[in-house]
């Protein structure tokens, strides 16, 4: 059995966390998704607009995932060691060097395989893509006067 780790904020859901997490799943048996905590979404990328648990319980809801969990708040490759993966899926936008995370892992004795994915079709739609656009919609009127 190979099982594939792919990580993320997965902050509000969009086709291209679809579209990664159903690549990530074809490479093995089976998917544990690592959700990045609430402050790490905060020190790497943005406030996160929605919190880490229903984060979690949306990745684990869709179809291609068998597992989500919540990644460490002190230590990333705390997860690796805990989960094992063969594999680890770094979709094609992730700031990781994959040879680095692969020393950092065979050290721990987990001498997992890195792989980058491709370019997701739906970048267009990424969440900060998808909050610009409805920021640049403006108020809209009350229902009753249009």
Do not use: W
């Given at each position: 059995m190979?099982?594939?780790?792919a990580?993320?904020?997965f902050?509000?859901?969009?086709?291209?966390?679809?579209?990664?997490?159903?690549?990530?799943?074809?490479?093995?048996?089976?998917?544990?998704?690592?959700?990045?905590?609430?402050?790490?979404a905060r020190?790497?990328?943005h406030?996160?607009?929605?919190?880490?648990?229903?984060?979690?319980?949306?990745v684990?809801?869709l179809?291609?995932?068998?597992?989500a969990?919540?990644?460490?708040?002190?230590?990333?490759?705390?997860?690796?060691?805990?989960v094992r993966?063969d594999?680890?899926a770094l979709?094609?936008?992730?700031?990781w060097n994959?040879?680095?995370?692969e020393?950092?892992?065979?050290?721990?004795?987990?001498?997992a395989?890195?792989?980058?994915l491709?370019?997701c079709?739906y970048?267009?739609?990424?969440?900060?893509?998808?909050?610009?656009r409805?920021?640049?919609?403006?108020?809209r009127?009350?229902?009753?006067?249009?």
């Open positions: 190979v099982r594939v780790m990580t993320g904020v902050d509000l859901l969009h086709p291209g966390h679809l579209f990664f997490l159903t690549e990530a799943k074809k490479l093995g048996d089976e998917l544990v998704v690592v959700v990045a905590r609430d402050q790490t020190r790497l990328k406030e996160p607009y929605v919190p880490e648990h229903l984060r979690r319980a949306m684990e809801g179809k291609p995932v068998d597992r969990i919540l990644g460490s708040t002190t230590d990333i490759y705390q997860t690796v060691v805990e993966p594999l680890i979709g094609h936008d992730q700031r994959a040879e680095e995370v020393a950092e892992c065979a050290r721990r004795g987990v001498p395989k890195v792989v980058r491709g370019v079709p970048d267009d739609l990424a969440t900060r893509r998808i909050v610009e409805i920021l640049s919609m403006g108020p009127p009350p229902e009753n006067a249009r």
